[in-house]
């Protein structure tokens, strides 16, 4: 399969724990985006990547939230101190650079505070 | 904060029918798109319209854009029970094109057999 994975698909946790999860995006696409949706509402954009830097990060990424992407391909978001309202759905998706607007998107993760 | 709404927030039909869903923004625009997502799944990329064109057709899909209202429509036509997911319109602005996407809040559609 070659489109976006993403690891875990769920996860559970208790309040204070601290979570990551990650994104494999399709092998040429040089940028990553990560957005965040909860129940009955769109996604979220949170932040993304052009390769490996880091281009542009929402209001919504909190100081608890950080996202990597080491090497430009594999990225990680890990959320420090999880809150309950931190529980739903982390998407990853990724693009091309150029020529195209479509962002392909991966399962995502859903991540549950308890 | 979502820049689109989309218009019903829920459609039900029959199987054969035709589905239409609104989606309307509030800022300028670069490309406007529409997604597809499956209960508990990732989004699924169905059609992209770029702001200076009017009607864009892919299969069973129609999309128009009316940049003078901000509103975009997408009509489904002989609607399948395989159609049954929720529709989003997503926006990228010229400023941010290509990074991030605006989303509405989505039309669930039901398509009963």
């Known amino acids: 399969d070659t489109g976006v994975s993403q690891d875990p698909r769920h996860k559970i946790t208790k309040r204070g724990q601290n979570v990551t999860f990650r994104c494999d995006p399709i092998?040429?696409?040089?940028?990553l985006y990560w957005y965040r949706q909860t129940l009955g509402q769109g996604p979220e954009f949170l932040t993304y990547?052009?390769?490996?830097?880091?281009?542009?990060k929402s209001r919504l990424l909190s100081d608890r939230f950080s996202a990597e992407r080491p090497k430009g391909s594999f990225s990680t978001l890990e959320i420090q101190r999880t809150e309950q309202g931190d529980s739903a759905m982390y998407l990853c998706?990724?693009?091309?650079?150029?020529?195209?607007?479509?962002?392909?998107f991966g399962p995502g993760t859903r991540l549950t505070v308890t | 904060s979502q820049q689109g709404e989309e218009d019903p927030q829920a459609l039900s039909i029959q199987e054969g029918e035709n589905a239409t869903m609104n989606c309307s923004y509030k800022?300028?625009?670069?490309?406007l798109q529409w997604y597809r997502q499956n209960s508990g799944r990732g989004l699924v990329h169905l059609i992209l319209?770029?702001?200076?064109?009017r009607e864009k057709h892919s299969g069973r899909l129609r999309v128009t854009l009316d940049t003078s209202k901000k509103s975009s429509s997408l009509l489904i036509t002989a609607s399948r029970a395989a159609d049954t997911a929720s529709y989003f319109c997503?926006?990228?602005?010229?400023?941010?094109?290509?990074?991030?996407?605006?989303f509405g809040e989505g039309t669930q559609l039901t398509v009963n057999p």
């Open positions: 998706a990724s693009s091309i650079l150029q020529g195209s607007y479509e962002q392909y």
């Open positions: 092998s040429e696409h040089n940028r």
């Open positions: 990547f052009q390769n490996e830097a880091q281009l542009e």
């Open positions: 800022t300028s625009i670069n490309n």
């Open positions: 319209i770029r702001s200076n064109e």
């Open positions: 997503a926006t990228d602005a010229p400023e941010t094109s290509g990074s991030r996407l605006t």
